[in-house]
């Protein structure tokens, strides 16, 4: 595939000082640990993949039912089920290094402080993780179960901890339910993140009119996919704006299209999450549609187009 010049796109990007050979990565949680997705998508061929969340101990998380379908997107209350900081390492990180070229981002969460940090110093030790993603859409047991993630106090708190502690460049994932995006952004900066992605899941739910009966077990469930989108692409903008590091962007993106507006947006990489329920190779798919559309376009170097939006 070559632009009319003969040349093939270039779809490599950089998100603090790591190269990606494109900039589309898994979204943490719709992707397992990466290992599951091995018979039905290339992973070598992703920019990265984001691991699902991971906690010091082991969590079987929320009761079901955990996932409804709204128009356009999904509610999900999963409750952070994962195996633990260790057993990945032990059980997970192995394969996932025999694959080459791969870019393993390890997502962290947890619910004080402490947490974060020993779940950062188990995965320290994880040989191959190129960074680590900080979640913070979690509720601050320590403060009342405020989300650190809406609060700008709690937020520097648990990012300055976590970039005391971890031995690999820092990724903060920030909530969008909160007032002001592009504060939390510029907290998170300062307080020492090297890159930004966003958006996590909106606070959502829905309601059996026939049963009267939460669709989910959890009452309260995080809105992704699709029907999220145009507010996660000027979250992104907001943030881009914000701050001088990276940010990566997500958010109900589904093609190469979404992909470029994003990047227009300020995104230097982005992550594909519901999409891959509804179509597990559609991380691999979209990739192949990026190249496609940057010979269509003629667009030889993607990283150009990086907050490349035009107002006139
Ligand atoms: C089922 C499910 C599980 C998720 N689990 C996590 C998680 O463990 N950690 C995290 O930071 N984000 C998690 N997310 C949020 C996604 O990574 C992503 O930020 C969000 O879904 C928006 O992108 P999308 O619209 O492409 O899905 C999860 C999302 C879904 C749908």
Same mark, same amino acid.
């Given at each position: 595939m070559t632009t009319s010049a003969g040349r093939t796109p270039d779809l490599g990007v950089s998100v603090t000082g790591i190269p990606l050979k494109n900039p589309v990565i898994a979204a943490s949680g719709?992707?397992?640990?990466g290992v599951e997705f091995e018979d039905v998508v290339n992973?070598?061929?992703?920019?990265g993949l984001v691991v699902k969340g991971l906690s010091r101990e082991p969590m079987i998380g929320n009761?079901?039912?955990?996932l409804w379908e709204t128009s356009a997107g999904m509610l999900n209350a999963?409750?952070?089920?994962n195996i633990g900081a260790q057993a990945f390492l032990e059980q997970k990180l192995p394969r996932l290094r025999q694959i080459k070229n791969i870019n393993v981002i390890a997502n962290i969460f947890g619910y004080n402080r402490e947490d974060y940090e020993r779940t950062i110093e188990i995965l320290?030790?994880?040989?191959?993780?190129a960074a680590f993603e900080l979640n913070?859409?979690?509720?601050n047991t320590a403060h009342g179960g405020l989300q650190f993630g809406s609060d700008p106090r709690s937020l520097d708190e648990v990012v300055s901890t976590a970039k005391r502690v971890a031995q690999r460049p820092l990724i903060v994932k920030l909530s969008p339910?909160?007032?002001s995006i592009a504060q939390m952004a510029y907290v998170a900066q300062e307080a020492g993140a090297d890159a930004l992605s966003l958006i996590n899941t909106f606070v959502a739910m829905a309601i059996?009119?026939?049963? $009267?009966?939460? $669709?989910?077990a959890n009452v309260t469930a995080g809105l992704s996919g699709p029907a999220i989108k145009p507010i996660a692409v000027r979250m992104v903008y907001d943030a881009a704006h914000a701050v001088r590091i990276p940010v990566i962007g997500m958010g109900g993106i589904s093609s190469a299209a979404d992909v470029i507006e994003f990047m227009l947006a300020g995104a230097s990489a982005v992550q594909i999450g519901t999409a891959s329920y509804w179509d597990p190779c559609a991380t691999e798919k979209i990739v192949d549609e990026l190249q496609q559309w940057c010979v269509d376009h003629e667009l030889t170097k993607i990283s150009d187009i990086i907050g490349g939006m035009l107002l006139e």
């Open positions: 719709t992707f397992g640990y992973l070598s061929k992703l920019g009761p079901p039912p955990r999963i409750g952070l089920q320290n030790d994880g040989e191959g993780i913070v859409s979690c509720p339910n909160v007032t059996d009119p026939e049963t $009267r009966k939460p $669709r989910i």
